[in-house]
């Protein structure tokens, strides 16, 4: 599988902030890339969904892809407590995902 | 509720019995595919299916493991000789047409193996 690197975490931010999670990818030629988000003891949720180079905009998510740079990032503003999860990154590898360990992120109010 | 389903939600099991475990993809979705994860990891590939036929299985899936999906329609992985090791969260998820975009998860089977 095709590798895939996120920060380890955790990230802790403060309620109204906004937290910036990155990911970085090892298959140069790779073109479509997603972010799920994870509650404990629950399974990947589809959050967004990128494949151009540039910004792509949901509500308050933001993911941003730098093929050249081989980089992914997701920006979550205004964060809530309900934002507290665990954000998997993933890489599609022919048919399959290529997901990185995930960032664990904590929104203290 | 028209999301991928798992059952059974939770199993636990002694080492050396066999486990099944099913799936139900999300109607229409022609490709189903099973993914591993264990704590404080990513899911990993295990195998995938387009239609009936399995495509590609993941070196992880050593031979004590097998899935079907007979009809096109609904999956299931079997573990025959249950070891620790394969104690896990075992998620199924979907995906629609040939351009492989969004999969969607189902709510996983966590297995424990004693």
């Known amino acids: 599988q095709k590798e895939v690197e996120q920060n380890s975490g955790p990230l802790s931010v403060p309620e109204g902030a906004i937290a910036s999670l990155n990911c970085t990818y090892s298959?140069?030629?790779?073109?479509?890339f997603f972010w799920y988000r994870q509650y404990s003891g629950k399974s990947p949720e589809l959050i967004m969904s990128?494949?151009?180079?540039g910004d792509k905009e949901d509500g308050r998510f933001t993911a941003q892809l730098n093929k050249a740079s081989q980089y992914v990032s997701l920006l979550i503003r205004d964060s809530q407590p309900s934002d507290s999860a665990t954000y998997l990154c993933a890489v599609r590898d022919d048919y399959k995902l290529s997901f990185g360990a995930g960032t664990t992120v904590t929104v203290r109010a | 509720d028209t999301g991928v389903s798992q059952d059974p939600r939770h199993k636990i099991t002694k080492r050396g019995q066999n486990v099944t475990f099913r799936c139900d993809p999300i109607s229409e979705h022609n490709r189903l595919y099973w993914y591993r994860q264990t704590l404080g990891q990513g899911p990993e590939f295990l195998t995938y299916?387009?239609?009936?036929?399995?495509?590609?299985k993941s070196r992880l899936l050593s031979d004590r493991f097998s899935a079907e999906r007979p009809k096109g329609s609904f999956s299931t992985l079997e573990i025959q000789r249950t070891e620790q090791g394969d104690s896990a969260m075992y998620l199924c998820a979907s995906s629609f047409g040939t351009g492989a975009r969004e999969q969607f998860f189902g709510p996983g089977t966590r297995l424990t193996v004693l």
């Open positions: 299916f387009q239609n009936e036929a399995q495509l590609e």
């Open positions: 298959d140069r030629v790779s073109q479509s």
């Open positions: 990128i494949y151009s180079n």
